[in-house]
């Protein structure tokens, strides 16, 4: 089932207001989409418990903005949530002006920013099936600080470094 978020509002307001969380994604294979599972446990010092990428490394968790998402829609591509293989899409905040080391707040779980962005050195499934990908410029990776449930509807709001 597709979610359609293509008429959703996005915040627009001047003063720091809180993102959203409009998916929970995990795939049990690397380089695929991710399927939106609406919630999930996020594990400290682990990630998100049964995705691919959880491990004991920086990139535990993949973040992007459904803004970057709808740019790639824009363009004509068939894509929605996970299809970049990200575990959290959001709605509302500026992920990639996030400086490495930002902790961010989901109900009771911090995540803190590792990565802005990543180097892509051959062209994966997702860019071959989705023509084009937004993960090497506007994905953003994190560490799970304080594990805990998360999940669609949920507010995410930044912390101090």
């Known amino acids: 089932m597709e979610l359609n978020l293509t008429n959703a509002p996005i915040a627009t307001s001047?003063?720091?207001t809180p993102g959203e969380i409009i998916a929970v994604c995990t795939s049990h294979k690397k380089g695929i989409r991710k399927q939106n599972i609406n919630s999930a446990r996020f594990i400290e010092g682990h990630g998100i418990e049964a995705d691919a990428h959880a491990g004991t490394w920086h990139r535990q968790v993949s973040l992007l903005a459904w803004e970057s998402i709808e740019k790639m829609r824009a363009k004509g591509l068939n894509v929605n949530v996970g299809s970049f293989a990200e575990n959290i899409t959001t709605r509302g905040i500026d992920l990639v002006s996030l400086p490495i080391g930002r902790r961010l707040k989901i109900g009771g779980t911090v995540l803190e920013v590792t990565q802005i962005?990543?180097?892509?050195?051959?062209?994966?499934a997702i860019y071959r099936l989705a023509g084009?990908?937004?993960?090497p410029n506007e994905g953003i990776f994190a560490k799970v600080i304080k594990g805990g449930a998360v999940y669609t509807g949920m507010p995410i709001e930044e912390l101090g470094a």
Request: include cysteine; charge should be neutral; glycine fraction near 6%.
């Open 132 to 135: 084009d990908c937004v993960m």
């Open 14 to 16: 001047p003063h720091v």
């Open 117 to 124: 962005g990543k180097e892509c050195h051959t062209k994966c």
